[in-house]
């Protein structure tokens, strides 16, 4: 599995949009990239998930560039409650039961 | 639609003792992970059952055991407690034995303590 690094934290204030980026030099063809949102005390969950270029949900956008070597993750126009930690996982989806290698994460702080 | 239930919440054991931690996965899920989170840390792999067997494996030594049951729920069991073991246990639950960009639903861990 390719190693990723991100940094290990970060400040914002309500509004502003965050973008988190992450490094993954040696990602290899069939790996996806996807990011989980951690919460104090809770088990993490699932963000988003790209291949290349770009990814929208509901949530979050994920961009990509075309050599995939690294990952921004955009949450836009953030709140208080978006204060987590964000992982970012890089897998290939076509192996079947890869576990999950979580790092350290980002934690992100937001202010008011 | 229940998601990932753990139980318990949080317990306090003592050097040298077992425990038996306790997971029911997502409605519809019949494959589980547990992790192990250290404060501070990222969650780390400890292994996988699928059709009651262990799947996958972390880098954890035979002290941690578990169990998947016929109706897909899952215990792991820790024996001889040591100070380090102190950590949230958290239970992921998948559809099949899951491939990367199947993901992952976390309950919200048991909190171990050992004294």
């Known amino acids: 599995l390719a190693k990723t690094t991100q940094p290990i934290s970060m400040d914002s204030y309500e509004g502003q949009e965050v973008n988190i980026t992450c490094s993954h030099n040696?990602?290899?063809?069939?790996?996806?990239i996807t990011w989980y949102q951690q919460f104090p005390s809770q088990g993490p969950r699932f963000i988003i998930q790209?291949?290349?270029t770009k990814v929208t949900n509901e949530v979050a956008s994920l961009f990509i560039p075309a050599d995939r070597k690294s990952s921004t993750l955009s949450l836009p126009r953030v709140s208080l409650s978006d204060t987590a930690v964000y992982y970012c996982?890089?897998?290939?989806?076509?192996?079947?039961?890869?576990?999950?290698?979580f790092g350290k994460g980002t934690t992100l702080s937001v202010s008011s | 639609d229940a998601g990932v239930t753990q139980s318990p919440t949080h317990l306090i054991k003592t050097r040298g003792q077992q425990v038996t931690l306790r997971c029911s996965p997502k409605?519809?899920?019949?494959?589980v992970s547990w992790y192990q989170q250290a404060l501070g840390q990222g969650p780390q792999f400890i292994f996988q059952?699928?059709?009651?067997?262990?799947?996958q494996r972390g880098n954890f030594p035979d002290r941690f055991s578990g169990h998947q049951f016929p109706n897909y729920s899952s215990e792991l069991n820790v024996n001889a407690l040591l100070l380090g073991d102190s950590a949230l246990y958290l239970c992921?639950?998948?559809?099949?034995?899951?491939?990367?960009?199947?993901?992952?639903?976390f309950g919200n861990g048991t909190r171990l303590t050992v004294t």
């Open positions: 992921a639950s998948s559809l099949g034995q899951g491939t990367f960009n199947s993901p992952l639903h």
């Open positions: 040696n990602i290899a063809t069939n790996d996806y």
């Open positions: 790209g291949y290349k």
């Open positions: 996982l890089v897998g290939d989806i076509d192996q079947a039961g890869t576990a999950l290698i």
């Open positions: 409605s519809g899920h019949d494959t």
């Open positions: 059952y699928y059709e009651e067997e262990e799947r």
